[in-house]
């Protein structure tokens, strides 16, 4: 990989964190070649300190430093994306994130479906949720559900009714969702699973 350090003035190109398992962003530093050469050899991510003017590895004072997975260079190889796994917070005021967000995995509308979900757990009393209904009537109800829509999808995958198919499996995984958080649980539980299989 060819970096352009030469592309500004100062030798320095910008350098995004992401992190390998959340995918979101953690900070922005400034590397030179002397910095980048550092986090290779040492696999964890030091800066070029501008307010210093010297190498900075991240965490040398807080400990919470950055192990280096991969590095990649943009399309004009002047800008780097980093993917660490990160050891404490990022953020030298304390945040997981430079921008004060919480560095937690996000299975996208999955995850919006799941806080939906356990709104309706903590305000069982609303007589027009179907979800707050089902933990009303305890797990029982909600695991038959779940096997009820298990077989459903069975039964549509030997047919050739796509449409079909695709709705229940819709349905059995809405309603998988709510037995994993009548059960106290989260996708990011099973897929630590998952995880620990592969």
């Given at each position: 990989?060819?970096?352009?350090?030469?592309?500004?003035?100062?030798?320095?190109?910008?350098?995004?964190i992401?992190?390998?398992?959340?995918?979101?962003?953690?900070?922005?530093?400034?590397?030179?070649?002397?910095?980048?050469?550092?986090?290779?050899?040492?696999?964890?991510?030091?800066?070029?300190s501008?307010?210093?003017?010297?190498l900075?590895?991240?965490?040398?004072?807080?400990?919470?430093?950055?192990?280096?997975?991969?590095?990649?260079?943009?399309?004009?190889?002047?800008?780097?994306l980093?993917?660490?796994?990160?050891?404490g917070?990022?953020?030298?005021?304390?945040?997981?994130?430079?921008?004060?967000?919480?560095?937690?995995?996000?299975?996208?509308?999955?995850?919006?479906?799941?806080?939906?979900?356990?709104?309706?757990?903590?305000?069982?009393?609303?007589?027009?949720?179907?979800?707050?209904s089902l933990?009303?009537?305890?797990?029982?109800?909600?695991?038959?559900?779940?096997?009820?829509?298990?077989?459903?999808?069975?039964?549509?995958?030997?047919?050739?009714?796509?449409?079909?198919?695709?709705n229940?499996?819709?349905?059995?995984?809405?309603?998988?969702?709510?037995?994993?958080?009548?059960?106290?649980?989260?996708?990011?539980?099973?897929?630590?699973?998952?995880?620990?299989?592969?």
């Open positions: 990989m060819e970096i352009d350090f030469n592309k500004n003035n100062d030798g320095l190109v910008p350098a995004i992401q992190d390998e398992l959340t995918k979101n962003v953690l900070m922005l530093g400034y590397m030179n070649q002397e910095a980048y050469n550092k986090t290779i050899e040492t696999k964890k991510v030091t800066f070029f501008r307010s210093k003017n010297k900075w590895k991240k965490g040398e004072e807080s400990g919470n430093i950055l192990n280096l997975v991969d590095i990649k260079s943009d399309c004009d190889n002047d800008t780097l980093i993917r660490v796994n990160p050891v917070p990022t953020c030298h005021k304390g945040s997981d994130t430079c921008w004060n967000e919480d560095n937690v995995q996000s299975f996208g509308f999955l995850s919006e479906l799941e806080d939906v979900i356990r709104n309706r757990k903590e305000n069982q009393e609303d007589s027009t949720s179907y979800v707050a933990f009303r009537k305890g797990i029982n109800k909600v695991a038959q559900k779940v096997g009820e829509e298990a077989v459903e999808v069975v039964i549509e995958a030997k047919d050739d009714n796509e449409e079909l198919f695709l229940e499996s819709a349905d059995l995984l809405f309603h998988y969702l709510i037995l994993l958080q009548a059960k106290g649980y989260e996708l990011k539980d099973i897929v630590e699973v998952l995880k620990s299989r592969s």
